[in-house]
């Protein structure tokens, strides 16, 4: 705990620093673009940031007010939730968490406004895999499913669609992602799992589950029938409506034969579905591995050798915003780039928008395990001071590239959404 | 109504009286109906709403086995939980009215049942999952009593778990109107039936079942339109395995499909007022209740 402490202090003094040299480069370069803030002005300034639970988060909130020196309140809706308010009371909203599947479907609401690129000061160094679509060897990454590439740029400031190359107007400012696959309970297992197609292996039946959210859940389904080799889809993530109609068949195939033991819609039942060892293998968050782990039961995110199923997020303005609070807004982007939020998120497990910046975040213990995949050089502690992982414990799937370099398909939202969604609920029902 | 009062101005005064509630019923109960009447007819993209009339909705809703399988297992819910709580419920309000005589320890007893309903519904619920779970309290008794030795698998994540579980929430709804109804049957009756010499089946057959409809009809609506408009505890008790009307039409609105969620919620008024004037028709509660 001490520590802790000490770490916090310490990058909270190198914060200060790197700080102070970002914002007085900014102001001279005018990259922050604002007209300069008044500090007695600035204080008055309330400013709502909404969105899921995994990104939206009190203690992010708080960093930042004291940081900036005007309010940030924080506040969490799920996906599912935020994408009504968006399109029928943008005026409720500020900043918003997008993921990118949702802003996929809500973008062409026309209730966002485009955000100038230049105004975001570190943009230039966020990641390749967020900003160009392309690996780290300069390779196109899984154009499967939605990329946040696909859904950034803009060709104008009101265009309804995306741009398919880079321009300076982006839908959102990248921030976090990740890789997501299958946890397993290796206790209960007792052998390697390599492959997707162990979620729907016999010797499972009755111990599996699936994520209920359609367009996940199905991507892990698919993973599982390529791996079986028993379909080759074009797109997993926009399936024709053949492909769907295959995937779903299966399922309730699989389903009638008693394969699943439940589907799942809260971390907290994925959670509980693992603990009790009701299930063996199933859709997971990295967040829900850990809280099993942290109850003393071993967890494992499994890695496998089909890729994995990534998503991203980004913050996005409501079109409503302007003047000072549009400027605090622009302020509070720059300030999740500048490496505080990165090393927070990081010690969750996910990954920042500008890994360098998150290092300078985190002690190289804590760099080495989340990023680097290095057995850990002491405990490992998550950003609210639960010890997660003991001395020696590594991350599934190694490290960042490895991991990240790997992605088979992102999280999605298919043209085929309605008919999907309707066959998921016969499957469910079936 | 009307038509009892004499002369016009008692007409109108009438018509005053009535306004209060009929302006009530409207604002609160008429206009959000009609709003999702007419939602069930535009047509959506998934993001914008259009004004266009359109029967697909309907058209989809009803051509899709889907929603008959849907209706099929929540109807089927209802219909187990009512018969089930119907029993417990008689039993209870039967052993309170009948054999507990004292007034004091009846009010007593019937607050005793209404304890669990001093914690959420979602607790309640809850609770029952680390009881049925495989390695759950209930299989490692019996387990340790050496009844069986594989881990039952149909308590939990089960329609069992969510028929059990409606039962368990949903039986007070039943013994406060039973009980009720109950209460207001004559002892005199039942003396004068076993007088002229009626067997203790008899009585309960002739006397007390007849005069206790009102309750049984009263709780049978709660019943049945609790169980149709659930979807939380067939998501959480059958681990996501069932489905229910109102889970697929959550399902839609989460996907922000609400003219097709509106349509199915249109028809699940519309079989819910079926199955309620069914359940009055057997029964004339007002009748009943002015008694």
């Keep these: 705990m001490t520590e802790m402490k000490n770490s916090i202090d310490l990058s909270r003094r190198k914060f200060l620093q790197s700080t102070a040299a970002v914002t007085g480069a900014a102001v001279g370069s005018g990259v922050i673009g604002a007209p300069m803030i008044w500090a007695q002005n600035i204080r008055d300034i309330t400013i709502s940031w909404t969105g899921p639970s995994f990104s939206v988060i009190a203690d992010i909130a708080d960093k930042a007010s004291e940081d900036l020196g005007f309010r940030i309140v924080p506040q969490s809706v799920e996906s599912t939730n935020l994408m009504p308010r968006i399109i029928n009371q943008p005026e409720t909203l500020e900043i918003v968490d997008m993921e990118y599947w949702a802003l996929a479907k809500v973008w062409r609401s026309g209730n966002f406004q485009a955000i100038d690129k230049t105004k975001i000061g570190n943009w230039s160094r966020i990641t390749p895999i967020m900003k160009d679509g392309k690996n780290f060897d300069g390779s196109d990454l899984s154009r499967q499913g939605i990329l946040p590439f696909k859904v950034m740029y803009l060709e104008s400031a009101d265009a309804d669609g995306f741009a398919a190359e880079e321009t300076d107007i982006v839908s959102t400012v990248p921030t976090i992602y990740n890789a997501d696959t299958l946890g397993i309970r290796p206790d209960l297992i007792g052998r390697p799992i390599e492959s997707y197609a162990e979620l729907f292996n016999p010797e499972f039946k009755g111990k599996t589950a699936l994520v209920n959210v359609p367009g996940t859940g199905i991507l892990d389904a698919a993973n599982a029938f390529e791996a079986m080799g028993e379909i080759t889809y074009g797109d997993k993530g926009n399936m024709t409506r053949e492909e769907i109609d295959f995937t779903i068949n299966n399922l309730i195939e699989l389903k009638r034969a008693g394969q699943f033991r439940a589907f799942w819609l809260s971390f907290d039942e994925s959670v509980n579905l693992m603990a009790a060892g009701e299930v063996v293998i199933q859709s997971m968050w990295a967040p829900a591995v850990t809280a099993v782990k942290a109850r003393g039961i071993p967890c494992v995110y499994q890695s496998m050798k089909e890729g994995y199923r990534a998503w991203g997020s980004g913050i996005g303005l409501m079109g409503h915003l302007e003047g000072m609070k549009r400027d605090a807004a622009y302020e509070f982007m720059n300030w999740t780039l500048s490496g505080w939020h990165g090393g927070f998120i990081g010690r969750q497990g996910y990954y920042s928008s500008i890994p360098e910046h998150a290092r300078e975040f985190m002690t190289d213990n804590e760099w080495g395990y989340w990023y680097e995949g290095q057995p850990a050089t002491e405990q490992i502690v998550d950003p609210y001071g639960t010890v997660m992982d003991g001395e020696g414990a590594q991350r599934d799937g190694g490290s960042f590239q490895d991991r990240i370099g790997n992605i088979s398909v992102w999280n999605t939202v298919m043209d085929e959404e309605r008919y999907m969604v309707q066959r998921w609920n016969e499957f469910i029902s079936a | ?291």
């Design chain 2, 1 to 291: 109504m009307s038509s009892r009062s004499s002369g016009g101005s008692s007409g109108l005064s009438a018509y005053l009286q009535v306004a209060p509630l009929a302006l009530f019923t409207i604002a609160f109960v008429g206009v959000p109906i009609g709003t999702l009447v007419l939602l069930s007819f535009w047509q959506t993209d998934g993001i914008f709403i259009y004004r266009e009339f359109t029967l697909d909705n309907y058209r989809q809703m009803l051509s899709s086995p889907l929603t008959y399988a849907l209706f099929f297992t929540t109807i089927k819910f209802a219909a187990i939980t009512l018969i089930v709580t119907t029993i417990i419920g008689f039993i209870c309000s039967y052993f309170l009215v009948f054999h507990v005589r004292n007034l004091k320890w009846q009010i007593g007893l019937l607050l005793l049942c209404t304890i669990p309903f001093w914690t959420s519904n979602v607790i309640r619920m809850i609770s029952w999952i680390p009881f049925l779970g495989r390695e759950g309290i209930f299989n490692q008794t019996i387990i340790a009593m050496g009844l069986t030795n594989q881990p039952l698998d149909f308590l939990l994540y089960s329609e069992f778990a969510v028929i059990l579980t409606y039962i368990h929430l949903y039986t007070l709804f039943m013994i406060v109107p039973i009980f009720n109804s109950m209460a207001k049957i004559n002892p005199n009756l039942i003396e004068a039936a076993r007088d002229a010499g009626a067997s203790g089946w008899q009585i309960l057959y002739t006397v007390i079942i007849p005069l206790s409809k009102t309750g049984i009809a009263l709780g049978s609506i709660f019943v049945v339109t609790l169980v149709m408009a659930d979807f939380f505890v067939v998501r959480v008790m059958s681990g996501g395995q069932s489905a229910s009307v109102v889970s697929a039409m959550k399902n839609q609105i989460d996907n922000l499909f609400y003219p097709q969620a509106a349509a199915m919620a249109i028809m699940l008024i519309a079989v819910v007022a079926l199955l309620v004037s069914g359940i009055l028709r057997v029964v004339d509660i007002r009748a009943e209740l002015a008694r």
